[in-house]
Nanobody
């Protein structure tokens, strides 16, 4: 199992920056990828940025050029640097980790952290 704890959300004005952190613990050797997702009321949780164990990253079109995902393996922590925030970035942000157990891949979620962007 993999446990995730997020931090760093809050209220910020449009155009400003926030950095989210996600600390992982547990079966870290089994993690194949980590990512940040966000969800707004009444909508599905969607991928914002991902980082695979092989080092490749991917971003939603809506955040390309503004958000950056990074991982500090020494701290078992993944970050999401969010710059030039827009009101439409308001959401609950979740950290997710894909991990292998047996012959299958599972996903663990953090508890979520609220990001609010005022115009």
């Amino acid at each position: 199992q993999v446990q995730l704890v997020e931090s760093g959300g809050g209220l910020v004005q449009a155009g400003r920056s926030l950095r989210l952190s996600c600390a992982a613990s547990g079966s870290l050797f089994s993690i194949t990828a980590m990512g940040w997702y966000r969800q707004t009321p009444g909508n599905l949780r969607v991928l914002v940025a991902s980082d695979t164990s092989g080092g490749s990253t991917d971003y939603a079109d809506s955040v390309k050029g503004r958000f950056t995902i990074s991982r500090d393996k020494t701290k078992n922590t993944v970050y999401l640097q969010m710059n030039s925030l827009k009101p439409e970035d308001k959401a609950v942000y979740y950290c997710g980790a894909d991990f292998r157990r047996g012959g299958s891949v599972f996903r663990s979620w953090g508890q979520g952290t609220q990001v609010t962007v005022s115009s």
